[in-house]
């Protein structure tokens, strides 16, 4: 009997009939944000408490000068108001076609209400809300500079579920 394997992407696709797209590769300087004690073994440099304050401080980064940020289970850490000024910095100090790819509890998880500590609760549709209205970015002076390029709930229990996201920096 022979073996055969099946890529997620494919399966995905015969299981659900429909397709996700690709994730983009991380590419240039990738910075980690809050990675607790599990770094991931990819990301150049990491930000993270007591060293950094996320509640505060600015991201230390030259504008357009980081290739990736990545961020698992951390923005949900941060009211609605702090999260948009962490995304705004994250916009600047991404470089164009740079991605920000973010894993945080999704809202119908056990997970989302667990951590006493969470602040923000997320659905599949809380970006496109962030980036489309006004009203959540008061001082806004332009328009959004990141897109959804990948968006999914994944989880292998309903405890567990999580929202999975890579946004992208616009070339132009």
Same mark, same amino acid.
């Given at each position: 009997m022979s073996s055969k394997t099946i890529d997620f992407h494919s399966l995905f696709?015969? @299981?659900?009939?429909?397709?996700?797209?690709a994730l983009l590769? #991380?590419?240039g300087v990738v910075l980690e944000l809050g990675p607790g004690n599990t770094p991931t073994p990819w990301a150049?440099?990491? +930000?993270?408490w007591p060293e950094w304050?996320?509640?505060? $401080?600015? *991201?230390?980064?030259?504008?357009?000068? *980081? @290739?990736a940020i990545v961020a698992f289970h951390f923005l949900e850490h941060f009211t609605g108001a702090r999260v948009i000024a962490l995304l705004r910095e994250c916009e600047r100090a991404l470089r164009p076609g740079g991605t920000l790819t973010v894993v945080v509890p999704h809202r119908l998880g056990a997970l989302s209400v667990e951590d006493l500590d969470h602040k923000s609760f997320w659905t599949e549709d809380t970006w496109k809300t962030l980036m489309r209205n006004t009203r959540y970015d008061k001082h806004r002076e332009r328009p959004w500079r #990141?897109?959804?390029g990948f968006n999914a709930i994944v989880g292998v229990a309903e405890r567990n579920l $999580? +929202? #999975?996201t890579q946004l992208v920096k616009d070339v132009a």
């Open positions: 696709q015969y @299981g659900m009939k429909r397709s996700i797209p590769p #991380l590419a150049d440099c990491t +930000l993270d304050d996320g509640d505060k $401080a600015p *991201l230390p980064f030259k504008d357009e000068s *980081l @290739g #990141l897109s959804v $999580a +929202l #999975l």
